[in-house]
């Protein structure tokens, strides 16, 4: 548009910590009378009103929190107020950028436009080579190879209640293992944790470092992290960090911008994102860089100019299905995520996550490791009584019952969780029920382990 535009790009925390933010900003914008809710669909407020113009990556999942908003007291009473408005792009240009609105079981878009899709993330494993031969293992392909009881103590994960990412990993492994599977795979892989990280860049780092054999990953925060540690003219199959999309399982989501309401350059907000769909904006994502040898060969765009980042690499995928019909050759990475996607539709399952690991795997981690421990050993002999073991197995992967407003007790089932979830968001609920899921957990680890200690040393 002829104006140079100046991005000041702030970073307060991971995706769930930036929604959290906003809601506090929101709740006092409207307890203070700055909105209008005259009509309840489109409350208004005066540009500036929240500092923000943009939210930028974190996934579909906290962009579909920010569409819903946050209950306010207003004039009208108890109103819900949406975070983000609609870009409001001509629907023929959403064809000619997106064509069908889909990858595998996602959509690369909202249908109003209150998020768009630039990038497009995958979720898997990252590894070290080095660590992995060193325990005598084969680089890991599934989500299931971290389970491996050999890695006790060599996985790194992030926190799901402070990283969206890493949610929506685990969220990829409830809904394509189902619910007994995915819970069994969560539980065996944190069991073998070293330790949990407030964020998701942090585990591809130890990874690198030699400080865990594996952990979940961003597809770029892998990707990048493998490219980091390489030494000059040193091939990129060496490195010693590696990076692999679980087949079948790999969940593909778009990485979207979101206007926010009443922030300060609307219109400035939705030339950002027409930006970043153009051809010259997609290519920044996975050419290589201009600055290397490799991209002095990059493609030319329609001004003549090579496409590609300047000096950066970034490794993420672009979102629009043009890129990979006129470019793919060119790109770093030869993966096609609308040819890899998993088709599995989530199962609504995530909102649990956060809760259930803080309570039988973050805030029990001592517990669950000697527990994890207890229940290998006795596995693993065969002059271990058969019924006692069954009782630990019982033990081990239990989940506690959630005692309802009415008193009555529920049992943590796929039938039941939308009741449960919904008597989580009353005022005080989540934190009682945390807090007896914590208690419950401790107590069958410790048992898990007093059942196996008559047999083998603690």
């Not at 911008?257 to 027409?274: D, M, Q, T, V, Y």
């Not at 100019?305 to 050759?329: A, S, T």
């Amino acid at each position: 548009y002829g104006a140079s535009v100046a991005i000041d790009y702030r970073v307060p925390g991971g995706t769930s910590e930036i929604v959290r933010m906003l809601e506090a900003q929101y709740h006092a914008a409207a307890r203070t009378g700055r909105f209008d809710f005259a009509d309840p669909i489109n409350p208004t407020a005066p540009a500036g009103t929240i500092p923000f113009d943009l939210v930028f990556g974190g996934g579909s999942y906290d962009h579909g929190r920010l569409k819903t908003g946050v209950k306010v007291a207003s004039s009208l009473g108890s109103s819900t107020l949406p975070m983000s408005i609609p870009a409001g792009f001509e629907r023929a240009q959403m064809d000619r950028w997106f064509g069908e609105n889909a990858v595998g079981a996602q959509v690369l878009y909202d249908p109003g436009q209150y998020w768009v899709g630039v990038a497009l993330s995958g979720f898997g494993i990252v590894y070290n080579t080095v660590e992995y031969a060193r325990l005598g293992l084969p680089p890991p392909q599934t989500f299931e190879d971290l389970t491996d009881p050999r890695l006790a103590g060599w996985v790194i994960l992030a926190d799901p209640r402070q990283s969206g990412s890493v949610a929506t990993t685990l969220d990829s492994i409830l809904s394509n293992y189902g619910w007994e599977k995915g819970w069994r795979v969560i539980r065996e892989v944190c069991a073998n944790s070293r330790t949990f990280s407030n964020s998701s860049p942090k585990p591809p780092i130890d990874v690198s470092q030699g400080e865990a054999a594996a952990g979940l990953a961003i597809d770029f925060y892998g990707r990048g992290q493998s490219q980091a540690v390489l030494l000059p003219g040193q091939d990129p199959s060496e490195s010693r960090v590696g990076y692999v999309d679980p087949k079948g399982a790999t969940y593909i989501d778009a990485d979207p911008i979101s206007i926010l309401r009443a922030g300060p350059n609307p219109e400035l907000a939705k030339r950002f994102i027409e930006y970043c769909l153009t051809e010259e904006g997609q290519a920044l994502w996975q050419l290589p860089a201009l600055a290397s040898v490799r991209g002095r060969g990059n493609p030319v765009g329609e001004d003549g100019e090579r496409l590609g980042p300047e000096q950066y690499e970034l490794r993420r995928m672009p979102v629009r299905r043009v890129m990979y019909e006129k470019y793919l050759g060119a790109m770093i990475d030869q993966a096609n995520p609308f040819e890899i996607a998993s088709k599995t539709t989530p199962a609504g399952w995530r909102s649990g996550i956060g809760v259930m690991m803080g309570a039988f795997a973050i805030d029990t981690a001592h517990d669950q490791r000697r527990a994890w421990r207890a229940l290998n050993e006795a596995r693993a002999s065969a002059r271990f009584p058969r019924e006692v073991l069954g009782e630990m197995e019982r033990l081990f992967y239990a989940f506690p019952e959630t005692v309802m407003p009415d008193g009555s007790a529920v049992a943590f089932t796929p039938e039941n969780f939308r009741a449960i979830r919904e008597y989580w968001r009353e005022p005080g609920a989540q934190a009682v029920c945390e807090v007896a899921y914590t208690g419950f957990f401790t107590t069958s680890y410790r048992r898990v382990v007093e059942l196996g200690s008559g047999y083998f040393a603690d």
